[in-house]
């Protein structure tokens, strides 16, 4: 088991190197500083100059690989390539192209970010997993027929509707809630209600559909016509044995969404204000800021890769017949 | 004569049309492809939606006939001059709507209304005061809007009604009769036939479909010519018109990227599942390291890219739509670029399975070459799987589509999409008095597109995956039918 979760973590780290060259070629070869300097000075004022003094103010002005003309070892220190990217791998963001520091900014945003995450995933899960466990209760009658007709109906609906509209009819219309933004303590439920109530239903459709077949394929087994034999009621079929048994599948597979919760919803920040990780990412792709979206996604792939691992891990915890190879 | 322009997303959609149209005879000619494809014709859902998808299929066609119209000789200039050429792009589509798309208002109007919605200081009689303008080309027919204005829309409203209506009898009719003279029987039984919803093909519900198509589209033809359907937005452009515009983008984005997705996943899965071992490592690697970039990351990086490129490059493109039509097409590339490992997954695993048959070992033993195995023995085989990804991607893709343009990576701003109509619906909600015309129109416009996509594509992926057909909800039958129902259920 240890020996596997370190390989599994090699694996990983290579991963994450992948991702590092790879973001590098991306951001430095095909699109040179000087590209950047153009695009970020903009217009008129765009001179060798300006282009010039843009890249000494964020070190881009150093090689991309190899210094040659620095002493020792910092050949291959003194480079773009060691500043921006091999950095990272330490933790150490650098600046973002306006001048800030991407790691306090990072450190001051998770926590919004997973303000909002966590009880939209945890109340989205619970209302996904009774919507569609009742559709499979009331399966071949009219409820289940349109339950599934509006489970379908609105997985065609794009989640901007939905922010939209919800933000509409809460906040302009009924004045519940504020349109946007963010405060600590008690305030905080008010700020939150919408973001977590849109985030669950515009993503209620498309994976109650998704666990509905789950239920399905578990009360088509033998076990369950087994229950039924006995003299067991449907009730008691499905809560106490379709449940517990679909579940497995459902949360071994939520486990690797889990760490992508710190990265927050990147539309629902931006929408309702949160100053969270996902509007950074929004508002430096607008700003066309590169040193922050370089860093979002070394955050984002090492999230993701820690996710990987941790379903692996899950699957064997949660069922003793998988064996780790 | 007009020049005529080729964009590149244009001889895309050509090439795609051509390929479909060349796929539907191949499945004519391929029994087990037949069958799973009359297995989708009797699906009613799935036919009703294809009615609509043809409809907008359809839209998208005639807006992809490019051309620049031929300016008019200037005066004083030589015979023999070269021909001068506007430097706008149009479609036939462009040319069709021509009404709609030049009665241009100065701001925001309601559907259907005749008057500005912002007040402005105007002129009467010597006198400055300030009030609603009468729109340009909002009921411009009308002497006294607030008598004649109600009338005159029930008027024009029933005539095209009763056009639309006319529309759908004779087409009802029309395939009554063909129907009847393929089945060797009298026109009222087939009528019967299809009002019985006994036909092998759902007639009725397709029928259905496409009156209230035509419905639609005879009451829209009524009262265009005099009003604002849909309104217009905040430079005055009719709403109607920049929704159908935005059906093309929709359809290039979803089309285009899907098929940009499949020689990378083809190939990769297929190879990995093949060759296994070393190959298989590094193209796992590859596609995990693309899948655990966030991929509006990604998809940002390289928007900002490309435009870097198009920026420095403007000579390269001669008018703005050509521009913007670039910008498209890369973007539907680069969805593609970053989207092929989820189906290189799927794939990988089928070649595996695939690889262990006898069939192929057969083959094998027989001297045929890996890459003839792959081609001939594989590649078939894996097909239905291609197919089912691709048609279940697509919706999704649309309504990527809309969130990469919130996001700022999406299409070119000047390119009508579903996506800046919602971008500027966002501010309009916020302002008093609000503006709800423009989300509305591409709420409607974009449900329907991403609902018939999604009928569609789960009838397909029940014909091609019979696994998927056990969850398809069943609706309650009279006391026979759920008797039956209970004992089919069991698999």
Do not use: C
Request: aromatic share 12%.
């Amino acid at each position: 088991m240890i020996s596997y979760i370190i390989r599994r973590i090699a694996y990983g780290v290579l991963i994450l190197i992948g991702v590092n060259l790879f973001t590098f070629v991306l951001f430095f070869t095909v699109n040179t500083p000087d590209d950047m300097a153009r695009m970020n000075i903009g217009g008129k004022r765009v001179s060798p100059d300006a282009i010039e003094k843009w890249k000494v103010e964020r070190g881009y002005d150093k090689p991309l690989l190899w210094n040659a003309s620095a002493p020792g070892a910092d050949k291959l220190t003194n480079t773009i390539f060691f500043d921006r990217s091999v950095q990272l791998f330490a933790f150490d963001f650098g600046s973002s192209d306006s001048g800030r520091d991407i790691g306090y900014e990072i450190r001051q945003r998770v926590g919004p970010s997973i303000a909002v995450a966590v009880p939209t995933f945890l109340l989205g899960l619970f209302v996904v997993i009774v919507f569609s466990l009742l559709l499979v209760f009331f399966r071949n009658t009219y409820l289940e027929f349109w339950g599934f007709a509006i489970a379908v109906f609105m997985m065609a609906i794009s989640s901007l509707f939905y922010i939209l509209i919800g933000q509409f009819l809460f906040s302009k219309l009924l004045k519940l809630v504020p349109i946007s933004g963010f405060a600590g303590g008690t305030d905080l439920i008010v700020f939150l209600a919408l973001p977590v109530l849109i985030g669950i239903v515009s993503r209620l459709g498309a994976e109650a559909l998704f666990y509905r077949t789950m239920f399905l394929e578990e009360i088509g087994r033998d076990y369950v016509r087994t229950a039924r034999a006995k003299g067991l009621s449907e009730t008691a079929v499905l809560f106490r044995h379709v449940l517990r048994n679909a579940l497995l599948p459902i949360l071994t597979s939520t486990v690797a969404v889990l760490p992508l919760l710190f990265l927050g919803a990147l539309i629902m920040e931006s929408f309702f204000g949160i100053p969270g990780l996902g509007s950074y990412t929004i508002d430096a792709i607008n700003a066309q800021d590169f040193a922050i979206v370089r860093s979002m996604v070394f955050v984002g792939s090492l999230l993701y890769i820690i996710g990987l691992i941790l379903t692996d891990i899950s699957y064997t915890v949660a069922d003793p017949r998988i064996r780790l190879s | 004569m007009p020049k005529l322009v080729f964009l590149a997303t244009d001889i895309v959609l050509y090439l795609l049309l051509a390929a479909m149209a060349f796929y539907a005879w191949h499945a004519l000619r391929t029994p087990t492809l037949r069958q799973a494809w009359r297995a989708v014709a009797s699906d009613s859902a799935a036919m009703s939606a294809a009615v609509v998808l043809g409809a907008f299929l359809l839209v998208a066609v005639l807006d992809s006939f490019h051309y620049r119209p031929r300016l008019p000789a200037a005066p004083g200039v030589a015979a023999g001059a070269p021909v001068a050429y506007s430097t706008q792009t149009l479609s036939v589509l462009d040319a069709l709507l021509a009404g709609p798309r030049e009665a241009r208002e100065k701001t925001y109007s309601v559907p259907l209304g005749t008057h500005q919605y912002s007040k402005e200081s105007m002129l009467v009689g010597g006198k400055m005061i300030r009030d609603f303008p009468r729109l340009q080309f909002g009921g411009p027919h009308l002497k006294d809007t607030g008598r004649d204005w109600i009338g005159d829309l029930v008027r024009r409203s029933a005539a095209g009604l009763a056009g639309g209506a006319l529309a759908a009898a004779t087409l009802w009719l029309a395939v009554a009769a063909l129907r009847a003279r393929g089945t060797g029987v009298g026109i009222r039984e087939s009528l019967r036939a299809i009002r019985h919803k006994t036909t092998y093909i759902p007639w009725r519900a397709m029928l259905l479909t496409a009156a209230a198509l035509a419905l639609f589209v005879g009451w829209v033809a009524a009262l265009w010519p005099w009003y604002h359907v849909f309104g217009t937005d905040q430079t005055g452009n009719d709403i109607l018109f920049q929704a159908i515009k935005s059906v093309r983008t929709a359809l290039v984005i979803g089309s285009l990227a899907t098929l940009a997705t499949l020689p990378f996943a083809i190939v990769f899965g297929i190879l990995a599942g093949y060759y296994k071992g070393r190959v298989d490592d590094v193209i796992q690697y590859i596609y995990t390291v693309l899948s655990s970039i966030p991929s509006v990351l990604l998809i940002a990086a390289f928007v900002l890219m490309i435009q870097v490129f198009i920026d420095k490059n403007p000579q390269m493109f001669e008018t703005g739509v050509e521009r913007a039509d670039v910008r498209l097409f890369l973007l539907s590339a680069i969805l593609g670029i970053t989207g092929w490992a989820s189906l290189a997954r799927l794939l990988r695993a089928e070649t595996l399975k695939l690889t262990e048959l006898e069939y192929v070992q057969a083959a094998r033993a027989f001297g045929v070459s890996d890459a003839g195995i792959m081609r001939r023995h594989i590649l078939p085989n894996v097909m239905h799987v291609v197919l089912i990804v691709a048609v279940l991607d697509f919706s999704g893709l649309v309504l990527y589509e809309a969130v990469l343009s919130y996001v700022g990576v999406g299409v070119d701003p000047s390119t009508n999409s579903f996506g800046t109509m919602i971008n500027s619906a966002r501010t309009e909600l916020a302002r008093d008095p609000l503006v709800w015309w423009n989300l509305l129109a591409a709420f409607a416009f974009m449900v329907t597109l991403v609902l018939a996509v999604q009928l569609f594509a789960s009838a397909v992926r029940e014909a091609f995956d019979p696994r998927s057909r056990a969850f398809r909800p069943h609706r309650a039958k009279p006391a026979a039918g759920r008797a039956r129902g209970a004992v089919t259920e069991a698999p």
